[in-house]
């Protein structure tokens, strides 16, 4: 067997935003969290409370939003219209509703955030 098929494919992710205030307040909007700001040189970031694999909203040089890149899935559990029910008054848009992926992997909806990516949520109700 292939040493690369049973491995952690994600260990970190970063959101790409062009307004940091804007989307710190979305993000904590949307999950009731508080986002700690961090310099990390020419690169201000906010990273989500975590535990195992974390993540990032990041303002810097290299980082453009955009709704045609990479999708990341973000944890909505234990029910992700929670979280959902949150989007728009946020100032995001929902691009899909719930809907069911399979038993095996739950639900999920994309929604586009304040900076204008496209973002998935995931949860198993």
Not at 31 to 60: L, Q, R
Not at 66 to 89: C, F, Q, R, W
Not at 94 to 123: C, H, P, W, Y
Request: proline share 6%; hydrophobic share 35%; charged share 20%.
């Amino acid at each position: 067997m292939n040493e690369s098929t049973n491995r952690p494919w994600t260990h970190w992710f970063e959101i790409p935003v062009s307004d940091f205030e804007r989307a710190k307040t979305f993000y904590e909007t949307i999950y009731n969290m508080k986002i700690d700001p961090f310099e990390a040189g020419p690169i201000k970031m906010g990273i989500f409370p975590h535990s195992g694999v974390g993540g990032a909203i990041c303002f810097g040089e290299h980082y453009t939003p955009g709704s045609n890149g990479v999708v990341i899935y973000l944890d909505a559990n234990p029910d992700l219209d929670k979280v959902l029910n949150k989007i728009e008054s946020a100032g995001g848009e929902v691009l899909q509703t719930k809907k069911q992926i399979s038993d095996e992997f739950g639900f999920m909806a994309l929604f586009i955030d304040s900076e204008g990516n496209r973002i998935a949520l995931n949860s198993m109700t």
